[in-house]
């Protein structure tokens, strides 16, 4: 938890420093995010499945798909930040709920939608 504290800190010295926390609000972070989901994708976009798995497990070329992770976290640990969340304890009870809509006896193997279980 303290890595989360540290990490978040050093986000927000970084936007600080460069004056950006006024570009920074929720929808804009949100539309980030998003962004940058979509070049997580591209990553993989016209790769089969084996071709996708050879360049996770590539040290050579899983670098690009690392950078989109970070950039998404980054965001991400901003805008909880932003809106005084903490998103350690915000994942947590997200976990606990999809725990209910999810029972290991209904959903154990399966990829239904907690609906159709």
Known sequence: MDEIKT???????????????????????????????????EQFLWKGYEASEEQVNDPAKIGPVADEIADIAV?????????GLDLLA??????????????????????LKYTEL
């Open 7 to 41: 990490i978040t800190a050093e986000i927000r010295a970084f936007i600080d420093e460069r004056d950006w926390a006024q570009f920074h609000n929720p929808k804009e972070l949100a539309a980030a995010i998003a962004i940058e989901a979509a070049e997580l994708q």
């Open 75 to 83: 965001y991400l640990f901003e805008l909880a930040d932003n809106l």
């Open 90 to 111: 915000e994942m947590r009870r997200k976990m606990a709920k999809n725990a209910e809509k999810y029972p290991v006896e209904k959903a154990k193997g399966s990829n």
